[in-house]
């Protein structure tokens, strides 16, 4: 993922957590800020050391970054996101994971159109 797609500055958070909406179901909560202006969306992401290892945080943060990369057509490009992990995720897999993200994406109805 480009670095022009990531949130990393603590003040981006912020604003997305205290601007935004946030959308959860049992493994994610997805936290959308409208953005003006904005010609690609970003996306930061949140994995806890409760969910496991160094190893295990990480390869749940590859399949949210490879689960947006994919859906990348069908979001809106005004919008930061902000992705929380919960517990359940950690013992996901790439499709699970993937089939999750879509569902709050739906419930966000941030998805432009619902092929997938």
Do not use: W
Not at 16 to 41: C, D, T, W
Not at 48 to 66: D, F, M, P, T, W
Not at 69 to 85: F, G, T
Not at 97 to 114: M, Q, R
């Amino acid at each position: 993922m480009k670095k022009a797609y990531r949130i990393k500055k603590d003040k981006d958070f912020q604003a997305v957590f205290k601007k935004g909406k946030s959308y959860a179901n049992r493994q994610f909560v997805v936290y959308v800020l409208k953005k003006e202006n904005q010609h690609h969306f970003r996306i930061g992401l949140s994995v806890s050391k409760k969910l496991g290892n160094a190893v295990k945080r990480n390869e749940i943060k590859r399949y949210i970054r490879q689960t947006f990369l994919e859906l990348e057509k069908n979001l809106s490009y005004e919008n930061d996101y902000v992705i929380i992990a919960r517990k359940p995720a950690a013992e996901m897999s790439f499709y699970e994971v993937k089939k999750s993200l879509i569902h709050v994406c739906k419930i966000a109805k941030i998805l432009k159109n619902d092929k997938k």
